[in-house]
Every structure is written in C-alpha cells, then in structure tokens.
C-alpha cells in the first residue's frame, strides 16, 4: 500500500503565494509520474501539472508562467510553488502519483486526501 500526504494549503490574497508538498510513503520502487490536480467547487477535476521521474514536466496553459512544479526523487516527494495566485486557482489540490511498487509490476495510480487552496479576492 502507498499512502500520499499533502501539505501547504491555506488561505491567501490574490498575487500571494503558497507552496505545497506531497509526500508518497509504503510499498514504493519507484515513482514514474507525480502531479497535482484541482477540483472546484462544482467542476470537475482538472490537470495542474505533472513531472515524471527525469523531470519533464507539463502544465495546465492557465497556471503556465505561475506554478512551477518540482520533485525530489530521494524523498518521494514533489512540490508546487504557486505565485501570481488568482481567485479563480481556488480548490481542493489533489497529488497523484504513478507507483511501482515491485522491480517487476504494474504501475498503480495513487491519489492523496487533497489541500484546500482558497484565494480571496
């Protein structure tokens, strides 16, 4: 089993910063692609961005240029550095990672708890 933890949400005004973490801890051999995600209140689940394991990264057009998105492979852990917030960045950030959990295996999709993310206006 893999459990992930997120950290770092909060409330901010807008043009205000917040930098969050997601820690993956259990059954790991390796992590392949780990990611944030958002939901707001009464849409769907939406892509923020993602990095794999060599540190390609991919990011929504809307946060392009605000969020910048790392990881730290030794510690299973990848962050998202949020400036520039706007009202509309509010939400429940989710992190997901793609996990290995044996040398030979399938690839298991994990998802955290979630931070909420409220950025007033």
């Known amino acids: 089993q893999v459990q992930l933890v997120e950290s770092g949400g909060g409330l901010v005004q807008a043009g205000g910063s917040l930098r969050l973490s997601c820690a993956a801890s259990g059954s790991i051999f390796s992590i392949n692609v780990m990611g944030w995600y958002r939901q707001a209140p009464g849409k769907q689940r939406e892509l923020v961005a993602t990095i794999t394991r060599g540190g390609t990264t991919n990011y929504a057009d809307s946060v392009k240029g605000r969020f910048t998105i790392s990881r730290d492979n030794a510690k299973n852990t990848v962050y998202l550095q949020m400036n520039s917030l706007k009202p509309e960045d509010t939400g429940v950030y989710v992190c997901?990672?793609?996990?290995?959990?044996?040398?030979?295996?399938?690839?298991?999709?994990?998802w955290g708890q979630g931070t909420q993310v409220t950025v007033s206006s």
């Open positions: 997901n990672a793609k996990v290995v959990t044996a040398r030979i295996g399938p690839e298991y999709n994990y």
